[in-house]
């Protein structure tokens, strides 16, 4: 099977990490010719990267209309997390079972990186890493198929804190992941599971409690912003760097 083309890439990353971290807002519109103007690529290809997205659950693409950034309502919202809470706790009896000491060094090495970006205040990126932690979590129970559920769940909690939680406060979650840390290592499924559901209640908590401020920035300067820092890293190819705005 041919592997998707490296604009593709760029651009699906891009645009996924704007998402994670809310430099992009639900509700935003994503115009076709603006992503691809930005990433040199066609509307057929952009339409592939959109969709792409659409199946992780971070964009909402109706036929004839503009793609937005997915706008989750409040009772999905509840939805995704009494999901997630389910899943959450087997994730943990998975990894009990499979535990390795490699397992917390790999763990503790994403809450290091989740302190750095708080004290350098970087909320977004530290809202995104904590998501991190629990794809990785779940990659380390062996089950590819909650990882895959797992990653799509973190993704739709991330939306779901930028409509209706508190962005920009220091809220422990990297203590709490910390505790599990060391739930884990102890090896009682039961104290994990325990310590883990009291995290998700805490997450959730902060996630559905009231409205976002609608401060949204140009499409534009954050693809520039995003996709630029991806190129400089992972490849040479060049991007547009200013587009009209929309």
């Not at 997390?81 to 390795?100: C, D, H, N, Q, S």
């Not at 910390?178 to 325990?194: E, P, T």
Request: hydrophobic share 45%; glycine share 8%.
């Amino acid at each position: 099977m041919s592997r998707p083309s490296p604009r593709i890439e760029i651009a699906h990353e891009a645009l996924k990490q704007a998402i994670l971290e809310r430099a992009l807002q639900p509700g935003t519109r994503l115009p076709e010719d603006e992503i691809g103007a930005h990433f040199s690529m066609s509307r057929t290809l952009v339409r592939a990267v959109l969709a792409r997205l659409q199946s992780e659950g971070l964009v909402d693409a109706q036929p004839k209309r503009t793609a937005t950034v997915a706008l989750p309502t409040l009772a999905e919202a509840r939805d995704v997390f009494e999901t997630r809470r389910a899943l959450e706790a087997e994730v943990v009896r998975l990894v009990i079972k499979r535990w390795k000491p490699a397992f917390g060094a790999e763990l503790e090495g994403l809450v290091r990186e989740e302190d750095a970006a708080r004290e350098r205040g970087e909320e977004h990126v530290w809202g995104r890493l904590a998501g991190e932690f629990h794809i990785r979590l779940a990659k380390l129970s062996g089950n590819a198929v909650i990882e895959k559920y797992m990653a799509e769940l973190v993704t739709r909690c991330s939306l779901i804190l930028a409509v209706f939680g508190r962005p920009h406060q220091h809220d422990g979650g990297a203590d709490e992941h910390a505790h599990i840390i060391a739930a884990l290592r102890s090896g009682d499924a039961d104290r994990a599971v325990a310590i883990m559901a009291h995290h998700m209640g805490a997450v959730e908590a902060r996630a559905i409690t009231g409205q976002d401020e609608d401060n949204r920035p140009a499409l534009g300067d954050v693809l520039a912003r995003y996709a630029g820092a991806i190129t400089a890293r992972e490849t040479a190819i060049p991007l547009t760097r200013k587009v009209r705005g929309k």
